[in-house]
């Protein structure tokens, strides 16, 4: 569809007749006019004489060339800002082929804004949960008042002794001393925030390790932390566990066997075993047709204890996690496997397998534990109407009338989003 409005585009930008191009071209001017309005197919020997005539590289007239354009634009348009203008998407390849330049210039910002976003996010995440940061914005604080105190009593006071006077002086040089140490330290750190690329928190680690080669042999050298190589320890009793229930050639044949129609609560029936070791499972090898799944699993809580991301659906920071995820829905249905297509900002599809399990452990008198487990399958199909809404904490979500928002968002303009559930 688009290969004729380029041709027209081109033919007008340098002032030619219709008739003339046709005549070198050696094809008809009715038969042009068809193909200029996209209703002839237009194949490569036909675009090279095109090209020839209109002066142009033969691939700045083929079909394909603006399918990334198209995504970008496509993509724009799912971010609130986009969304709010109601851009017409049906004709985003009529809008790139008339307007390249323009669509370039759109395309440029809506990364750029993207980016800004994340790098919003990261520092909206290192200001709200980086004990370190939080530890140093205190001791500035700290420090200013300190200043901000001696200073009033040094200006206000007139009748102060030459001693008194002298350790306030004293004070004043000590804590502006300890200012610059700390606000030189603070502005060190805030410029590693773009290069450093070390997991935050032990749990970061361990997600790390877990997307690794490292958690299948059982090697803890990338693990900084000591808590970080306690989580992975017991982490990999568990995973060892589960690979031993259930081996790896069992099943990745039983994969192989029902083909891709077989979804994982099939699978457990045909290998009789628990839905909730095939999801781990799953989530661990990742056979074929299974090798962007992610797995996130949690307590009764709501407190992720793995988290395996999925290809496109990235994680937030711990703790940080949408409350209309299916793996909470799931916790009010125990052995009740539920199946819904989630949708994130981004326009990414999903399909969530979600499952929760009770038991206990310590035996009658003992307490019930419950977890869910939530299997993400990415999708390519069109999101259905009844598709589910996700997103990232509320704090960074784009999503200005989610009815679970718990805060305001950063990202969208206050007017536009739905006052906090109380």
Known sequence: MLTGTRIRERRLVLSRRQADVAREVGISAAYLNLIEHNRRPVGPEMIARLAKVLDVPADELAEGREEVRIAALREAAVHPAGAAAAPELEQVAE???????????????????????????DLSDRMTQDPYLLTTLHEVLSAVTSLRSTAAILAEEQDISDDWRQRFHTNLYQDSRRLSQTAQGLVAYLDSFETEGNAATPQEEVEAWLASDASRTGALDMLVSDAARDLAMTLGRTLEADRAALPDARLTKAVATGGAALDPVQLAVTLGLPLDLVMRRLGDLRPEGYERAGLLICDASGVPTLRRAASGFPLPRPGDNCALWPLYQALAMPQVALSRVIV??????????????RSQPEGLEGPVLTTALMLLLPTEDEAPSDALLVGPACRICPRPDCPARREPSILVPQASVRTPRS
């Not at 809008?95 to 996010?121: C, N, T, Y």
């Open 95 to 121: 809008f790139i082929a008339r307007f390249p330049g323009w669509a370039e210039l759109l395309v440029a910002q809506s990364r750029q804004v993207r980016a800004l976003e994340r790098q919003l996010v």
């Open 344 to 357: 994130t900002p981004e326009g990414r599809s999903f399909r969530a397998l979600s499952y929760a399990t």
